[in-house]
């Protein structure tokens, strides 16, 4: 089997596809967005629970998609509790960096707000497999780009 | 007629004599992209359905045309003009040929299927149907025969009913029987489904939505690539296809219509070429088929569509359409194989499209690994979310087959399939 493949197709990820974490719909969430992929039709929503003080109490997610968006959603909705709406906003930027390659400027804000997430950036690194594949960029950040939408009050999210 | 037309037409007529065994890699070699390597594995194409690849004859043609008799068509009256005019003219008699149609005048080129669709909507259907009328379409129908009805059911509000299909992904004719009523004025289905193969008993349907008073449309996107069609057997009223599906280039179209009805419809855009004369007070309309043909056409792609047609021709539709046969029936056997592996769609009227799914890996998976085989296929919805939701999958994977595929390249596809399995079996 090819490098890349590997790479992509990662034991964690693997093991998050086939038993995403967080699968369901949390009766107490105060936040919801839908996530649309319009290039293959995937759709996913997220539900969140944010404290009075911004603070993730909860999060989890349901919908199909691929193995690469399933994953990424499922460790999402892990890493994001208990994190502020400002760190979730920075840990996109990150995710979105790792999946890439692009680096969008490492800001002094935006460093405080990571200060103590290096576990937390640690795995979000298993998905840099995607960089080979660039158009499965959009299944690794649908999740994410649907979570910030969630936050921001937005119903939906788009990865276009 | 083309040098190419008339050998093409002598290398038939010597083949009905003899049929002589489909020499496949024989037409391969006539598609260069076919022997260009991707990923650095043999390429094999099963995509087909999407856009098919392009021979040389339709590429050389493009090339000369532009070199040597291209200029703007129907007005200088000089000889680059005149030539080029010919030609232009020229793709839409071999194009009336190639569908069986009566008269010239009733094949219209537009930019492909999605544009001719929309302008029936647009002209036929915004003169001719009033609220309560009812449109029929099926649940197997590419969004582009959805869409355009859902426009115009907004803008008149007409009622669109949908044929349901069975599970093996067949045309369910008896309930397309019970759908049709007075209110009936036009059946729109797809002769092929581009997600299923399953090819609809378009004979049949176009009788009977005539003994119930409606037009019939058919969107051939698919069929014209694997049968041959004949629009005055068929009895149609509109038949629309994509030049680019066929082996030709892309930006061009065709509608069929019959004569009658292209004369009772408003034009469709309103510009240069569709006029008879313009005055601020009044514009009279072009005869046919100008009358739909405002501005300057793809011309071109269609003298390009027009060797595509000589090529496909040359080679035989039905020849194709037995070699394609035999992929089908052979893949389905080797995918069947496949642990895990569920096949949808089996029509016993089917071409060689084939949608499937994984039990342990979504198709957007599938077809990222395939493609690191050098196995090129679609995965998606395939702009068909209606036929998704009805066989309750998100996506399939599709693997089409066209004139230049081999056996050889369904056991690639199997091949490639266990690698799957490797990584998430």
């Known amino acids: 089997m090819q490098d890349e493949l590997r790479d992509l197709y990662q034991e964690v990820i693997l093991d998050h596809g086939k038993h995403p974490r967080n699968l369901r719909h949390p009766a107490d969430a105060n936040r919801r967005a839908e ?6 039709g995937d759709q996913l929503t997220v539900f969140l629970k944010v404290s009075a003080d911004g603070t993730v109490e909860d999060a989890a997610f349901e919908g199909q998609g691929c193995a690469i968006s399933v994953a990424s959603a499922s460790m999402m909705t892990e890493i994001l509790k208990g994190k502020s709406a400002a760190q979730a906003h920075a840990l996109f930027s990150v995710l979105h960096s790792i999946c890439t390659g692009e680096e969008d400027g490492h800001d002094h804000s935006r460093h405080n707000l990571l200060a103590g997430l290096d576990d937390e950036m640690d795995r979000l690194v298993i998905l840099a497999g995607v960089r080979e594949f660039p158009v499965r960029v959009k299944c690794a950040t649908l999740a994410w780009h649907t979570m910030v939408a969630a936050i921001d009050g937005q119903e939906a999210a788009t990865t276009e | 007629m083309t040098h190419s037309a008339s050998s093409a037409r002598a290398a038939n007529s010597a083949r009905a004599a003899a049929p002589e065994i ?12 076919l022997h260009k390597p991707s990923r ?9 359905a999407a856009s ?10 493009l090339k000369s045309f532009y070199e040597t008799d291209y200029a703007n068509v129907h007005r200088g009256a000089y000889a680059l003009s005149e030539r080029a005019t010919a030609r232009y003219e020229g793709a839409r008699e071999t194009v009336r040929r190639f569908l069986g149609a009566g008269k010239a005048r009733e094949i219209i080129f537009t930019q492909g299927a999605t544009e001719s669709i929309n302008l ?7 003169k001719f149907l009033e609220a309560g009328d009812e449109v029929v379409i099926s649940h197997l129908e590419h969004h582009s025969n959805i869409v355009p009805w859902q426009m115009l059911r907004e803008e008149k509000g007409i009622t669109i009913k949908v044929v349901p299909v069975g599970d093996d992904g067949e045309f369910l004719y008896d309930a397309f029987e019970g759908l049709l009523g007075p209110k009936t004025k036009l059946v729109a289905i797809s002769h092929m489904s581009n997600v299923l193969g399953t090819v609809m008993p378009a004979k049949r349907i176009a009788a009977a939505a005539h003994a119930a008073g409606a037009k019939v449309l058919f969107d051939g996107c698919q069929a014209i690539t694997h049968m041959p069609v004949d629009v005055r057997d068929l009895d149609c009223d509109f038949y629309v296809f994509s030049g680019h599906k066929l082996y030709g280039p892309t930006g061009i179209g065709v ?12 034009p469709y855009q309103g510009g240069g070429d569709m006029i008879a004369s313009v005055t601020f007070e009044k514009t009279t309309w072009a005869p046919l088929p100008a009358k739909f043909e405002a501005g300057t056409p793809a011309i071109a792609q269609a003298v390009g569509l027009a060797a595509a ?12 359409a037995a070699h394609e046969r035999d992929l089908l029936l052979y893949a389905t056997e080797r995918l069947a194989t496949v642990k895990g592996l569920r096949i949808i769609g089996s029509a016993p009227s ?15 998976d599938i077809a990222t690994i395939l493609d690191r085989s050098g196995v090129a296929v679609r995965a998606g919805h395939h702009c068909a979310q209606p036929l998704m939701q009805r066989f309750n999958v998100p996506a399939t994977a599709r693997a089409s087959f066209g004139l230049y595929n081999t056996r050889a390249e369904a056991d690639a596809l199997v091949l490639a399939l266990e690698t799957v399995r490797e990584i998430f079996g």
């Open chain 2, 40 to 48: 650095g594995k043999p390429l094999v194409f099963l995509d087909s």
């Open chain 2, 350 to 364: 089917k071409a060689s499209v084939i949608s499937f799914a994984l039990d342990c890996a979504h198709p957007h």
């Open chain 2, 22 to 33: 489909y020499d496949v890699e024989r037409y391969r070699a006539d598609f260069p992209i």
């Open chain 2, 255 to 266: 509608l069929y219509a019959k004569e009658e009805l292209l004369n009772a419809m408003p």
């Open chain 2, 52 to 61: 098919a690849q392009k021979p040389r004859q339709v590429t050389e043609t």
């Open chain 1, 35 to 40: 996530g649309h992929n319009p290039m293959c």
């Open chain 2, 309 to 320: 047609i000589d090529y496909v021709t040359g080679i035989g539709l039905d020849r194709i």
């Open chain 2, 120 to 126: 029936v909507a647009s002209t036929y259907g915004r």
